[in-house]
């Protein structure tokens, strides 16, 4: 076949080709006149070819658009560049009864005969648009999520990370992105099984969660909860990995509290020694505060223990919460004075609370301890003085002889 023969069947088969593209294909004359308009163009615009043949490509136009188009096409045809010519991207298409779609649409600048001809091919892009959306929306909610998130990649380097993972351990994408967590992060070596744990983590296929301690940017100790979900795609192949991060500091510290005062109670330490365990313990997970406990007594608050330092507070904000028994009734009082910002009042609520559970089986265990003595001492019967009492009594009596020559009487009935 000689080339002219092959020019000539291309000339051919290229309107047959457009005519049954899948694509919307649309051509414009020198006089920005509709030359050609196919059935895929009829579906997406709404026009029927004979509407649009021969009419200005303005009718195609989105009305909103229609004033500027004019300028756009003259500036193009004497020599400027077009904004779509030669590219492919999204555009709004403005259908015969004024809805509107999302098309791809790719332009192309015709030179033929000395005269310039633009042809243009549009396909819907709703459903790619829509998910486009969807995929933005929710990139800005998790960028806008106050828990720490991460994706990493099949080989577990970090490839996103939201404003929260920045602002928690200090570092933004262009510093994370292509490392491993375990590599990024700052990972103390106590507890032992730290890093190890992290990585068992980071490697695991289904979903799992474990806590770490770790150390900012800055060089504070955080401990956190980390959650990894793999990601697979409909052949169940790996794609991506999401990890979370929480940051459990306080909640460790309550559980320390409460782990602390339940170990000193089974050792049963004084009444007294008790309270100031617990003054302590509180004084430990808040920073720059001053603790002191009251036991009711008759309605009337008897001063039971303090902090150990008994300094004061500076710019010092007061809690106070009622300590109940079982049966609801009053039973003591728990009164902290803290720093004003050093701890947020949600957090010194929740401390309050656990202490002032803690402080009340203290005060059961003393009231438990006081009815045994009373048991031991008293006759449950009559009330009265039993022989151990009395035995007390007697060897309290000979202990207090000031003479040697002291005589002790005894009458029995």
Known sequence: MKLTDADNAADGIFFPALEQNMMGAVLINENDEVMFFNPAAEKLWGYKREEVIGNNIDMLIPRDLRPA???YIRHNREGGKARVEGMSRELQLEKKDGSKIWTRFAL??????GKVYYLALVRDASVEMAQKEQTRQLIIAVDHLDRPVIVLDPERHIVQCNRAFTEMFGYCISEASGMQPDTLLNIPEFPADNRIRLQQLLWKTARDQDEFLLLTRTGEKIWIKASISPVYDVLAHLQNLVMTFSDITEERQIR?????????????PPFHEMGEIICRNIESV????HVSLFALRNGMPIHWASSSHGA????????SATIRQRDGAPAGILQIKTSSGAETSAYIERVADISQHMAALALEQEKSR???EQLIQFDPMTGLPNR???????DDLVDKAVSPVSVLTIFRM
Do not use: D, F, R
């Open 108 to 113: 192309s600048k015709v030179s033929a005969e």
């Open 370 to 372: 006081q009815h045994i």
């Open 286 to 289: 808040l920073n720059e505060s």
């Open 388 to 394: 151990n009492n009395l035995h007390n009594y007697l």
């Open 69 to 71: 188009h004019p300028e």
């Open 256 to 268: 320390q509290l409460e782990g602390n005062i339940l170990a000193a109670m089974c050792s049963s």
């Open 312 to 319: 004061e507070v500076q710019n010092a904000q007061s809690w």
